[in-house]
Nanobody, 119 residues
Framework: QVQLVESGGGLVQAGGSLRLSCAAS????????MGWFRQAPGKEREFVAS????????YYADSVKGRFTISRDNAKNTVYLQMNSLKSEDTAVYCC????????????WGQGTQVTVSS
């Protein structure tokens, strides 16, 4: 029902910025809340940020609060993650995910995009 493809990852220096994009298929993108998650080598996947279907509410992990911004453009079926002031500990594979009410989990996931922050 939902297919997700991330892009925009790459290698950046500490203190730099990247913008990740997640393109979704289908005609009901606005019905889905979207989230960004990341997983570093040897660590569990962790929540980064999420946004409601209409973009009215956003949520962030404490580790990225004030540095990352999640947004969406429902006309383009795309969710974004603007990452500023990047740190080496932000290095991870970043995945976007989608869920629809009334589910509380994220059943749909993209394949991920690598973000590497060098010092």
């Amino acid at each position: 029902q939902v297919q997700l493809v991330e892009s925009g990852g790459g290698l950046v220096q500490a203190g730099g910025s990247l913008r990740l994009s997640c393109a979704a298929s289908g005609r009901t993108f606005s019905s889905y809340a979207m989230g960004w998650f990341r997983q570093a080598p040897g660590k569990e996947r962790e929540f980064v940020a999420s946004i409601t279907g209409n973009g009215a509410s956003t949520y962030y992990a404490d580790s990225v609060k004030g540095r990352f911004t999640i947004s969406r453009d429902n006309a383009k079926n795309t969710v974004y993650l603007q990452m500023n002031s990047l740190k080496s500990e932000d290095t991870a594979v970043y995945c976007c995910a989608a869920r629809a009410y009334p589910r509380s989990d994220y059943p749909y996931w993209g394949q991920g995009t690598q973000v590497t922050v060098s010092s």
